[in-house]
């Protein structure tokens, strides 16, 4: 069964950092574009930005509400990805969902079930 | 950054009612998009891609029309399971962004 699970959601102070994963079970996590979409609470969706596959040299791109404050990185032992958050504001308390991007690159195909992240003091 | 304007961004209806949401592109995507539904505390359910293609397992009840700017999503006879929110999505361009939402609410 194919499965994205992220993790590493909770509680950080304004200014600070945390670490997001998704791993992927069912499907090899290196082929295929992944996406992250953040939901602030009662609020509708936002695009955070995508990892291209390895063949792509898993090039990155970001929305400009993120852009230099959060990265994306890889593990392909552990058929992870990650989202490196720093500098954390208010505004960023949301579930983080990831995504995987179907082959012909116009919709996602998989989505896992979400992660919350709270940034409050 | 292409916009895409929903409305309306909520509606009360009826089972068994027609109702048609609209989403409006600020720029041209040509038919890269895609609309979800989703359910509190649930990740997105897509609906449809490519503007029409209904997804399987999708009820024929859902369908999506329109090639920029303006695309509808309709759902022709409204069942209990169906109140929940409506999103679009262009996969065009970067940055990808999203419609607001249509809430579906109970009559």
């Known amino acids: 069964e194919v499965q994205l699970v992220e993790s590493g959601g909770g509680l950080v102070q304004p200014g600070g950092s945390l670490r997001l994963s998704c791993v992927a079970s069912g499907f090899t996590l290196s082929d295929h574009y992944i996406d992250w979409v953040r939901q602030s609470p009662g609020k509708g969706l936002e695009w955070v930005g995508r990892?291209?596959?390895?063949?792509?040299?898993?090039?990155?791109e970001y929305a400009a509400s993120v852009k230099g404050r959060f990265t994306f990185s890889s593990d392909d032992s552990k058929n992870s990805l990650y989202l490196q958050m720093n500098s954390l504001k208010t505004e960023d308390t949301a579930v983080y969902y990831c995504?995987?991007?179907?082959?012909?690159?116009?919709?996602?195909?998989?989505w896992g079930q979400g992660a919350l992240v709270t940034v409050s003091s | 950054a292409i916009q895409l304007t929903q409305s309306p961004s909520s509606l009360s209806a009826s089972v068994g009612d027609r109702v048609t949401i609209t989403c409006r592109a600020s720029q041209g995507i040509s038919s890269a998009l895609v609309w979800y539904q989703q359910k509190p505390g649930k990740a997105p359910k897509l609906l449809i891609s490519?503007?029409?293609s209904l997804k399987s397992g999708i009820p024929s009840r859902f369908s999506g029309s329109g090639s920029g700017p303006e695309f509808t999503l309709t759902i022709s006879s409204l069942q209990p399971e169906d109140f929940a929110t409506y999103y679009c999505q262009q996969f065009n361009s970067y940055p990808l962004t999203f419609g607001g939402g249509t809430k579906v609410e109970i009559k």
């Open positions: 490519d503007a029409s």
């Open positions: 995504a995987s991007v179907v082959s012909s690159g116009n919709y996602y195909n998989y």
């Open positions: 990892t291209r596959n390895k063949l792509n040299n898993y090039r990155a």
